[in-house]
């Protein structure tokens, strides 16, 4: 079996005209290109997406947020939802085929047509609340196919991995009292959205479901990796996952922008591959990667290159700003006191 690879011209369409909004259609233009300079498309299944039905919507979202973005549609003009999140009248349907992308990879991946999948969208989505698009997220695509993959495909374990530097407040609204859906997110904090504290571990029956590992900003390739070693695996290993849904931001890069990390994109490359390996290791190799954030084209797409080549089992790691200068704070204290909380080995 291959990799199924789920994206479309259309994501292009939802911009921002006359404004330098940092989440534009140059992201996913810089990731499509990258992917056909490299040839590494031709190693990939395409799948041609189509938008998910609003039946499926309601899985994860309340009918107040879907009516809000169906008004936006009949509108004509842009909409500013937020302060920096923004609706044109297509976005509503370029939103739903994101989510149909990611819903439909999903479906493949647990079909048996391929083994796994890379998902590359936009707007990104793990920002979307039940009932409110915000962060530049107007639907949440990871958790409308963690929802299709309980409700229909009746998978009981689903563990989402979210390593975008924000934290995935939306990912973790809709399932925090779910024990079907396990969500681990690691982020810079304090910052935006000011939520994912590691107090914030689930509710009623999903209490203990919730993983957030908020570190401060700095942190590189060595912390991560001990993040990823030292909660990450032994948390997966004792859920026993079926599948697994990663929102993929690589804005944690040290070049971003918006951001303070230090990751190096061979950093993001080696949690990757710890990824891939859990999901050889827990689920068949049952394993979706879906592009979150990012902000610096270069690192994005070769963040997502690498993705690419973790999931077809090839050893090449791109990387063409290499390491981040400074020490990485001592995050050691951190990792023991989210341990204790979570019952971690």
């Not at 909660?231 to 971003?256: C, N, T």
């Not at 990387?319 to 979570?342: N, R």
């Amino acid at each position: 079996m291959t990799t199924v690879y789920a994206t479309d011209s259309r994501f292009a369409d939802h911009e921002f005209t006359g404004y330098s909004h940092p989440e534009h259609p140059g992201r996913v233009q810089a990731v499509w290109e990258l992917l056909e300079a490299t040839k590494i498309v031709n190693d990939l299944h395409h799948l041609q997406p189509t938008p998910v039905a609003t039946d499926v919507l309601r899985l994860a979202h309340s009918d107040e947020l879907i009516n809000q973005l169906a008004q936006i549609s009949g509108q004509d003009r842009l909409v500013l939802i937020d302060h920096d999140t923004y609706a044109l009248p297509e976005s509503y349907e370029i939103a739903r085929l994101a989510a149909g992308a990611t819903v439909q990879a999903t479906e493949a991946v647990l079909n048996q047509q391929a083994k796994n999948g890379l998902v590359v969208v936009r707007p990104p989505g793990h920002h979307a609340t039940i009932n409110r698009a915000m962060g530049f997220c107007l639907l949440n695509s990871i958790a409308v196919a963690a929802r299709v993959a309980q409700r229909i495909h009746q998978v009981e374990r689903i563990l989402i991995v979210d390593f975008d530097v924000h934290h995935g407040n939306g990912t973790q609204d809709i399932f925090y009292n779910d024990p079907g859906v396990y969500f681990i997110s690691t982020h810079q904090s304090p910052f935006y959205p000011g939520t994912g504290y590691i107090d914030q571990t689930g509710i009623g029956a999903g209490d203990g479901y919730t993983l957030n590992i908020p570190m401060p900003g700095g942190q590189g390739d060595e912390n991560y990796a001990a993040v990823f070693d030292e909660i990450i695996y032994p948390a997966a290993k004792r859920y026993q996952p079926e599948l697994i849904l990663v929102s993929a931001g690589f804005d944690a890069h040290w070049v971003d922008p918006l951001a303070n990390m230090k990751l190096s994109l061979m950093g993001f490359a080696q949690l990757t591959r710890k990824l891939v390996r859990m999901a050889e290791e827990f689920c068949g190799g049952k394993i979706i990667f879906v592009m979150e954030g990012g902000y610096d084209l270069q690192a994005l797409s070769h963040g997502i290159l690498n993705v690419g080549y973790a999931l077809l089992a090839q050893d090449e790691v791109s990387d063409p700003y290499g390491p981040a200068k400074g020490q990485e704070p001592d995050v050691s204290k951190l990792i023991e006191q989210i341990k204790g909380i979570h019952n971690l080995p």
